[in-house]
């Protein structure tokens, strides 16, 4: 008797702990994961301050607060082409990462900008459209990269107020 409510005990910490785990991570973002990177939905409360800078394969801009996810740059490209995004970002305070997503939300490659200066290069795995994706949180300082590829890609730039 004494064993099977002991069980039962168990059994319900074991439902209680889970069903907090699947709760956290469905009401809750962690900035860090994989899963909020490449999340479909955008939201982007930016802090405009200033000096935006932008042609055809660039974009930089300062801004004293950015939090959420913004896709600010999508590029079409043919499959094995070899990406290089020159990344000259310097974030003052906060967290920010610099994401590419193919056109199903797969993360293709990522920058934690608190690991340093480094570019971002990679090859498309497929025919098809990517996202240039930043995603902040209590993030100040300035962003600023330039796009390069060893085959033509077709880019396009999303404004501060286009909607999502």
């Not at 590029?75 to 997503?101: A, H």
Request: aromatic fraction near 10%; include cysteine.
């Amino acid at each position: 008797m004494k064993k099977k409510k002991n069980l039962i005990i168990l059994g319900l910490i074991i439902i209680i702990i889970g069903a907090g785990m699947i709760l956290y991570n469905n009401c809750f973002h962690n900035i860090d994961s994989d899963k909020y990177l490449s999340n479909i939905h955008e939201n982007k409360n930016i802090d405009y301050n200033g000096n935006h800078k932008s042609d055809k394969n660039s974009e930089s801009f300062d801004f004293k607060k950015f939090d959420g996810k913004w896709s600010l740059m999508q590029f079409t490209s043919n499959k094995g082409n070899k990406i290089s995004i020159m990344d000259n970002t310097k974030i003052s305070k906060g967290k920010f990462y610099i994401v590419i997503l193919d056109s199903k939300y797969n993360i293709i490659a990522k920058k934690n900008e608190s690991e340093g200066n480094k570019n971002i290069n990679f090859t498309t795995p497929n025919d098809g459209k990517y996202s240039i994706r930043i995603v902040g949180e209590n993030a100040s300082g300035n962003f600023n990269i330039s796009v390069n590829a060893s085959n033509n890609i077709d880019i396009s730039h999303r404004d501060f107020f286009d909607l999502f």
